[in-house]
T-cell receptor
Framework: GIQVEQSPPDLILQEGANSTLRCNFS?????LQWFHQNPWGQLINLFY???GTKQNGRLSATTVATERYSLLYISSSQTTDSGVYFC???????????FGQGTRLTINP | SQTIHQWPATLVQPVGSPLSLECTVE??????LYWYRQAAGRGLQLLFY??????ISSEVPQNLSASRPQDRQFILSSKKLLLSDSGFYLC???????????FGPGTRLTVL
């Protein structure tokens, strides 16, 4: 099945810094999503982005489907950005998302 | 708009006891439904998914089972819980394959 790798596994930054999270996948995808899991466990949808670029406030994402990777950018980090960021992809005909292992982001004040 | 509910929010059960977790979705019809478990605080493991009433696909062999008695209801069950069943259980839905998927608030299960 399709493989998903996220990097880095852990990232510690000071408030105000910028960060880039990467998601590599092993096959063509029809769906790619980015989620943020907050400290209470809730999974929050950030982007539905099987291809192209999207922006939402301080967050933006780019998926280059032909090169099989996606990037999540966080600018001017805040402590509330802390948590685990997951990338999930769906291969053609799969009917289900495959999740990466996540990037744990810690933003210190 | 669509809403997904899970209950209970937290649960503490003794080893060997039965389990029933419920997930319901409002505001849509014939959704795809999913059960995940997060045991290690990071990765999400897909347990079961359903694309219609009575259609259940199992991803991981274990002592858990799933049922979909109604269009927007998805139930996760066990006859006898193991210590290893402890974890955070998340239900998710989407309208169809390739569409955006949304998660419920989760149930935190502790088996003692």
């Amino acid at each position: 099945g399709i493989q998903v790798e996220q990097s880095p596994p852990d990232l510690i930054l000071q408030e105000g810094a910028n960060s880039t999270l990467r998601c590599n996948f092993s096959d063509s995808v029809n769906n790619l999503q980015w989620f943020h899991q907050n400290p209470w466990g809730q999974l929050i949808n950030l982007f539905y982005i099987p291809s192209g670029t999207k922006q939402n406030g301080r967050l933006s994402a780019t998926t280059v489907a032909t090169e099989r990777y996606s990037l999540l950018y966080i600018s001017s980090s805040q402590t509330t950005d802390s948590g685990v960021y997951f990338c999930a992809v769906e291969g053609q005909g799969a009917q289900k998302l495959v999740f990466g292992q996540g990037t744990r982001l810690t933003i210190n004040p | 708009s669509q809403t997904i509910h899970q209950w209970p929010a937290t649960l503490v059960q003794p080893v060997g006891s039965p389990l029933s977790l419920e997930c319901t979705v409002e505001g849509t019809s014939n959704p795809n439904l999913y059960w995940y478990r997060q045991a290690a605080g990071r990765g999400l493991q897909l347990l079961f998914y359903s694309v219609g009433i009575g259609q259940i696909s199992s991803e991981v062999p274990q002592n858990l089972s799933a049922s979909r008695p109604q269009d927007r209801q998805f139930i996760l069950s066990s006859k006898k819980l193991l210590l290893s069943d402890s974890g955070f259980y998340l239900c998710a839905w989407r309208e169809d394959s390739y569409n955006e998927q949304f998660f419920g608030p989760g149930t935190r299960l502790t088996v003692l």
